[in-house]
């Protein structure tokens, strides 16, 4: 593993600071220094911008709207950006531009990335991910959605749940089981399917926070054409693992630097607090440095092959099992500190539901409540739980036996 950059991509860096220092208002200081109204227009605003630069997709080739650089290059503009305090695109922009739209690239056909990949960068076209279901969440294999091919259409009949941000989207990737008769991971095939069609049904989930981000989306022979499959037919479950690595390769280098600024606003907050000379409070601040440093290194690690081929392995396991249960020492910490302030929340809450809230935030007790309650809970279970990730790291890693699992004749 080398941290260092070759040359070219640090010519790029100087490229980007350049763009950030003409495009950013004067005195900005994050996009979490904004209110919502306010975050919400300048996001849909700067999007713009990255699009009108090629700035979304800078990994893509030209003819599909993208700017023809490295990936090394994608993972530099990422970083300036997270230093910067703004966002790569907006929050659509995960599933549509650096799942399904970088395993187009992969896996889908020419037609195919040009009908959608260009639509993906305009916004024309929104994406949410129809993967997790009532039986069917850290366990993927276990989805029980069908589909079947009739007179040139597959035809979808099942439950997703968990689907963020799927009432503002017209399209969903999504696994769906065309031979049931198949082992667990076999049968499940990838496809692309229009939601403006009366038998997708769209239930927004009120969480505890007041947010409706998640969904339940309810298929009722649904309809998508034929050419809508990525990938092989009942080969879904390669497509899928392809999908899950570009959800986490930029992420590696990006959590180190969100995770430090986090860091640096619990210490500022343990200073406004006077408990910055209580020695128990010190030696936790100083677990949470030494574990920031070591995501860094990690995140190193896990670059190094990102960049090398574009996959990742185990590491993204291990990625995410670190980073997920840092988390919840940290936010445990930071309520620790604010004693019983942070029993009685005040002020702006995290806008994002993930990891750790935006650069710039103001140090609320409600921003650090809501960090504590929800993002840092919820970590150890989204995206693959605490569990799953050991069992993946036993079975790949240490070479353990498999994990036995009922099998559908169990008694």
């Not at 099942?158 to 065309?178: D, E, V």
């Not at 990525?230 to 959590?255: F, K, P, Y």
């Not at 670190?322 to 005040?346: D, K, N």
Request: a neutral charge.
């Amino acid at each position: 593993m080398d941290p260092r950059y070759p040359p070219a991509a640090e010519t790029f860096r100087e490229r980007v600071r350049a763009f950030l220092a003409e495009h950013l208002p004067s005195g900005w200081r994050g996009i979490g220094a904004l209110g919502d109204d306010e975050g919400r227009d300048f996001l849909a605003s700067w999007r713009r911008t990255l699009h009108e630069h090629r700035l979304l997709a800078v990994s893509w080739p030209e003819e599909y709207g993208g700017a023809g650089l490295t990936k090394i290059e994608q993972v530099v503009l990422a970083e300036e950006l997270a230093r910067a305090g703004v966002p790569s695109g907006d929050p659509s922009d995960t599933f549509g531009i650096k799942m399904v739209g970088n395993t187009l690239l992969r896996w889908g056909t020419e037609e195919q990335r040009r009908r959608f990949l260009p639509r993906i960068l305009s916004g024309e076209d929104r994406w949410c991910q129809g993967f997790s279901e009532p039986d069917a969440g850290s366990d993927l294999a276990s989805l029980a959605t069908r589909a079947s091919l009739v007179d040139g259409h597959w035809v979808l009949n099942g439950q997703k749940i968990w689907t963020s941000r799927a009432q503002h989207a017209n399209w969903m990737f999504l696994l769906a089981r065309t031979d049931p008769d198949a082992p667990r991971h076999r049968g499940i095939t990838f496809l692309l399917c229009p939601m403006d069609q009366a038998g997708v049904e769209v239930r927004p989930i009120r969480m505890l926070n007041g947010g409706d981000d998640f969904n339940e989306v309810f298929l009722t022979d649904a309809r998508t054409a034929a050419e809508n499959v990525v990938g092989e037919v009942d080969g879904g479950w390669a497509v899928a693992m392809t999908l899950l690595g570009h959800e986490r390769g930029e992420e590696a280098a990006i959590n180190p630097i969100l995770f430090r600024d986090e860091l640096d606003r619990l210490v500022r907050l343990a200073r406004e607090r006077g408990k910055d000379r209580d020695p128990v409070v010190r030696d936790r601040l100083a677990w949470c440095y030494m574990k920031v440093e070591t995501m860094r290194f990690l995140g190193y690690r896990i670059l190094s092959r990102y960049l090398r081929d574009g996959t990742l392995g185990a590491e993204a396991s291990i990625s995410k099992l670190y980073w997920s249960e840092y988390h919840q020492r940290l936010s445990e910490l930071a309520m620790a500190i604010l004693g019983p302030h942070g029993l009685v929340p005040s002020g702006r809450r995290p806008i994002r539901p993930y990891r750790t809230d935006d650069p710039g935030v103001p140090d609320s007790s409600a921003s650090w409540a809501n960090i504590f309650l929800l993002n840092a809970r919820a970590g150890t279970v989204y995206a693959g739980t605490s569990q799953v990730q050991r069992n993946i790291l036993g079975e790949t890693v240490l070479g353990l036996p498999k994990e036995p699992r009922e099998t559908h004749d169990a008694r």
